[in-house]
């Protein structure tokens, strides 16, 4: 079983607002940090009423500032949307915040839409350069020379680890051009994952950072006491992708018996191709699932989404699902 990491969504609920969600979330690492997970992430989103994650780096340092171990980074910063310079300042300053534990995925959708890109004075080209931005934003890391006149303070030195993200090949291409760690986005978007690995493996090229591919594949994943249960749970992110489908981004929803009286048939067949890559049920369906995906996919760690509505029952399906990944972090709490 490869090591497993969490994307955290900082969700907010009908029940919770952006505050409790960003509590939520530092919780949530501190139970995976016990656990024994390896790394947990949040992403950049913007104009998501639900999604409490925007000021990514601020959110980081938010969830690092309440764990010791566990790797904490962004998965990620749509890096189109900033001047690497700036990311270079804010990353760098968090390397020395919080010392070898900082992760920057790296991707170059917007992670928006096209008014909020206007606010964020994101230019149209801004993607074209994104192989650039990456290079660029990699040198302002490494330790500043002798007479450099431009030096990203207080990031020079800190080498913080790069990745690059992707739901296409393009993203596989460049990580494997750049000797870079990847991962794979097939939580939401699972028709790629099989070829883009390829590329990335078989078109990889040795760096400094890196001798050989590392591949992370995404995987929605609810552990429940019985599988019934877990697809109950499950409902509140089929309800969230069928409001992306109908153009209503709204809060988190509480989960639902009858997910078929919720959906079209169209948009059923939609959200499910969306989610194909979910393994939902108890601790014994879960353990299968990942072994399956592990198989399937060589993936060196997979990075799970488990989006259930109530945090006192996340929590407890983190820890289920560590049990069924037979990790050997603290024991008790799976206790929940």
């Known amino acids: ?23 939520n979330a530092r919780e949530v690492a501190i139970h995976a940090e016990r656990l024994g997970y390896r790394r947990i992430w949040v992403a950049e989103h913007h104009n998501i009423a639900g999604i409490a994650s925007a000021a990514t780096s601020i959110v980081i340092a938010h969830i690092a500032e309440g764990t010791s171990t566990i790797r904490v980074g962004a998965g990620g910063i749509m890096l189109p949307n900033h001047s690497p310079y700036i990311i270079a300042e804010q990353f760098g300053t968090l390397a020395r915040l919080y010392g070898d534990r900082i992760d920057l995925g790296l991707g170059r959708a917007p992670g928006t839409d096209q008014l909020t890109l206007r606010a964020i004075r994101r230019p149209p080209e801004a993607a074209e350069h994104f192989p ?19 030096e990203a303070v207080p990031a020079a030195g800190t080498r913080v680890p790069l990745w690059i993200l992707g739901s296409s090949h393009f993203g596989a291409m460049l990580a ?5 760690p990847y991962a794979f986005a097939s939580h939401f978007a699972p028709d790629l994952l099989l070829p883009a690995l390829d590329i990335y493996r078989s078109r990889f090229k040795p760096s400094a950072v890196l001798d050989r591919p ?6 929605n994943v609810i552990a429940a006491d019985t599988d019934e ?15 992306i489908r109908r153009g209503a981004r709204g809060l988190s929803q509480p989960p639902i018996d009858d997910i078929d009286a919720f959906w079209t048939a169209e948009e059923r067949d939609w959200v499910s191709r969306m989610l194909a890559r979910s393994i939902v049920g108890s601790v014994e369906t879960v353990r299968r699932g990942l072994a399956d995906l592990a198989g399937e996919t060589g993936a060196d760690e997979i990075m799970l989404v488990s989006d259930v509505y109530d945090h006192r029952t996340r929590l407890k399906s983190i820890a289920l699902i560590a049990e069924a990944a037979g990790m050997t972090g603290d024991a008790a709490v799976a206790l929940l």
Do not use: H, K, W
């Open 1 to 23: 079983m490869p090591p497993l990491s969490i994307l955290e969504l900082v969700r907010v609920t009908e029940q919770t607002d952006a505050a409790g969600a960003l509590r």
């Open 132 to 150: 650039e931005d990456v290079i660029e934003l990699q040198a302002y890391f490494e330790p500043a020379a002798a007479g450099q006149r431009l």
């Open 176 to 180: 494997a051009e750049l000797g870079l």
């Open 214 to 219: 590392y591949a992370m594949v995404g995987a």
């Open 229 to 243: 249960e877990a697809r109950r749970l499950f409902t509140t992110q089929q309800m969230s992708f069928t409001g």
